[in-house]
Every structure is written in C-alpha cells, then in structure tokens.
C-alpha cells in the first residue's frame, strides 16, 4: 500500500455495533425505566439513563452475559459505509473488549464475521489502550483523551447525542456512515 493510503482504525461498539440502541430496547422489554430517548441521551453510558438503580445492576448482567455481543445489531448505515471505506483505506477494527463478560472477544470476532465477512475476521485488534496501537485514524464514538496525546492516530468523532458541543470530545473533527468515505482518508492523511 502506498502511503495515500492511510490505516484507519474503526471502533465497534457505537460505530459498527449498535450497543445502546440494544441497551435501550433490552431496557423497554424488562421493562426498566429510563429518562431519555436513545438519541437524546447525554451520557457516554447508557446505564446513567436508568432511573430505578436496582435495574442498573439486572442491566449490567444482562451486558456481562454470554449472546450479548453476539446479538447487537449493526448502526445504521455501518456495513455498506464500512466496505466502501474499504475502497479507500487500510482498515482494522480496533475495540476495547468490556473483560466483565466472559465471552466478549469471541463474541466480537463472531460479529465480524456474521456482518463483515470472513476475510474480516483477521483485522480484529483487540486493545484495552487504544493508543498503543497504530493508525492515522481512530474513528470511534468515545476515544478515551487520555490516549489522545500519546497516539500516533487522529481521533475523529463518531457523532451520538452524548458527544457533541459541551462533551468533552467538541474539539475533534466527526465523520459518520453515510458521509463522503474521501473526506475521511482526507483526515487521516492530514496528519495528527
Ligand atoms: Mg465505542
């Protein structure tokens, strides 16, 4: 690959995987009470939405169960934006695996092969500290900022309701499905 193609990083859970969109209709179907709709929440995590804490907790084992992972449905837009980036750009997918659910890794990995492909399944990074790894772009919906200064990759913001003016990701450029694929290679090769 020549260096105008760049390495961009994709996040899975709020980029590929819809993990809150699943949080919140798990929460109508056991009938837990939140104080927001999905797309006005205002927390990184869902389960600050919940209102009756013994709830929190029945949600949070319901997340660290086995057919969790396995079971989110892809963002909108995720699998044809995600195959036309392809096109462009050197792409791995880079998630941070939640260790509380025991079969998280393979669940994810099990994930990109149902909803990507096979040929896919061996771009699968699997990294607690995103910053270790390298990239000229991580696109993902909440990098965490203390990666950001020792990355070699430019963040770019996967928009949600909870990441944008006032959060503490404001300052970084955003990109998402359905947006031009070439205005994000253009991001990525425009250095950190
Ligand atoms: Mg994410």
Known sequence: ??????????????????FDRAYFEMCAELGFEVDCELLDRKHRYSDAHIIDPAHRDLAYEEVCSPGWFISLPP?????????????????????KPMEANPTCRDEKARWIRAHLGKEWESRLILAPDKSMIRGDVLLDDAPKPR???RAEWRPVIFPHSFNGPGSKWESFPRW???DDPQALVDLALGGK
């Open 147 to 149: 990666w950001v200064p």
């Open 75 to 95: 963002e909108e837009g995720a699998i044809d934006g995600f195959h036309d980036l392809a096109e462009l750009a050197d792409l791995w997918i880079c998630t």
């Open 176 to 178: 998402q499905w359905g």
């Open 1 to 18: 690959m020549t260096r105008e193609t760049p390495v961009i990083l994709v996040d899975m859970d709020g980029v590929l995987a819809a």
